[in-house]
């Protein structure tokens, strides 16, 4: 075992003992930026900012973990979910990428094959890549490595919580496991707790993104109203125009392409697709939509609007008054969101202001994490709601960094069933609180019937 050739792309850090150190110049190039009013156009800065994550924020989670080190197996196909998170979305032959934690610092080593040890030394991401032969395989070679290395919890991914941590095969793992010695396999754990602490954290630069994401989530969503011709137009006719939008910018769907953007002017239809039903007056439109940037941050807002009757210069009074019920409940959690707090605490928040102003019971929680998916791994703000027992997430403490969408509520019986205004903003928790990273929305939309 150990014959192979292992190649340092990034600086030498002491403390690895490397066979052979070739060291290679790495040539980049980018596109010079698009001058035009679209913010995502140019080159991706996931990978600068991939590279960040992994040397700052990785380290720190796995502390908070209790792991030493953590073994990502990579393939092509059915690849893991955070393949891209580590730099593996180009694996085709099984590849083992580990992260040891030594002296406060994560090293990084890539047991490859040749066909993909180019592309990994030019990208330079990784500390030192071990190109081993197709036989024994990389598989091998790192097991190898870990009996010989490891002395800590090696964590991989599998997890009955968290579907993000769960890309390791049954068969991967039976072929790993088989060939780790007894102290290493006494010591393995569940990756789940570590990519809980990474993920959930954003760097400023990831906020960055978001926020310019959220305001033009947000903008297109005002634009989509502005295009509704009571009588006429269709809860579809306003998803075609946001889908338009995002061709023409060359973004993305957010969730499911079939139920983004969520457009419903009728009764509660949950996350679904938009129908031809036809906006007429006194309806309350909701539109839930979000956008992918970049191929890899996402946005989750919401914009509610009033089709006004012939005549009607405002809401009626009851409609007034859920609308403000609901977005002065958004306010609220804005302002206890707080690091340190739970997602429990926060979402009690809102449900004590539910009841005081009797709205009926709200099943969702009152928000998520937000950011590489729409329903992204972190603290869950919920669990205070009738009939639902709080998820284990409700109870981990909010920090720095963390990104949420969330819902102001407040839900009425109409024909058909229920209604429910949802105010749902994005924001993130900062030292001090938490801050909206676009404009939240004041008041209901109106549109004339006149």
């Known amino acids: 075992m150990g014959i192979f050739q292992i190649i340092q792309t990034r600086k030498f850090r002491t403390g690895l003992s490397l066979i052979t150190i070739l060291l290679l110049l790495s040539s980049c190039s980018s596109s010079p930026q698009q001058s035009t009013d679209n913010p995502f156009d140019g080159p991706s800065p996931w990978p600068d900012i991939r590279q960040e994550r992994i040397q700052t924020l990785l380290p720190e989670a796995m ?97 009955e919580t968290n579907e993000l941590a769960d890309g390791l095969s049954f068969r991967q793992y039976q072929r790993l496991t088989d060939l780790l010695i007894r102290p290493v396999m006494n010591r393995i754990v569940s990756s789940e707790d570590l990519v809980f602490e990474w993920l959930s954290v954003k760097t400023p630069a990831e906020v960055d993104i978001l926020r310019k994401a959220a305001e033009l989530t947000a903008q297109w969503e005002i634009e989509a109203y502005q295009q509704v011709v009571p009588n006429e137009t269709t809860d579809k006719d306003v998803a075609d125009f946001l889908k338009t939008k995002m061709r023409d910018y060359g973004v993305n769907d957010a969730w499911s392409p079939d139920q983004n953007p969520a457009v419903n002017s009728g009764p509660d239809r949950g996350h679904a697709h938009p129908t031809d039903k036809v906006i007429r007056p006194g309806d309350v439109i909701q539109i839930d939509f979000g956008i992918k940037v970049y191929d890899m941050w996402v946005t989750d807002i919401q914009r509610f609007a009033y089709v006004l009757h012939p005549g009607e210069t405002k809401p009626p009074a009851d409609i007034q008054r859920y609308w403000e019920v609901a977005r002065d409940g958004n306010r609220m959690v804005l302002e206890v969101i707080q690091p340190g707090i739970t997602g429990l605490e926060v979402d009690r928040v809102q449900r004590n202001w539910l009841a005081e102003n009797s709205s009926m019971n709200v099943m969702w929680n009152t928000g998520h994490p937000v950011g590489y998916v729409a329903h992204d791994v972190g603290p869950s703000l919920g669990g205070a709601q009738e009939g639902r027992d709080p998820s284990s997430t409700a109870f981990e403490p909010l920090r720095v960094g963390n990104v949420f969408a969330f819902d102001g509520f407040f839900m009425w019986e109409i024909e058909g069933g229920t209604k429910t205004i949802s105010v749902e903003e994005m924001a993130v928790v900062t030292d001090t609180g938490a801050e909206y990273l676009t404009e939240p929305q004041q008041e209901l939309i109106l549109i004339s019937s006149d």
């Open 63 to 159: 502390k908070r973990a209790e792991v030493e080190a953590w073994a990502v197996l990579c393939r092509s196909n059915n690849n893991d979910p955070l393949a891209r998170h580590v730099g593996c979305e180009n694996a085709v032959a099984p590849a083992v990428f580990l992260f040891q934690l030594i002296d406060d610092e994560v090293y990084s080593i890539v047991f490859t094959p040749p066909g993909e040890a180019a592309a990994l030394q030019e990208i330079a991401m990784h500390d030192s890549i071990a190109v081993v032969n197709r036989n024994p395989g990389a598989l091998v070679e790192a097991a190898d490595y870990i009996n010989r290395n490891i002395r800590g919890n090696l964590a991989l991914n599998f997890s």
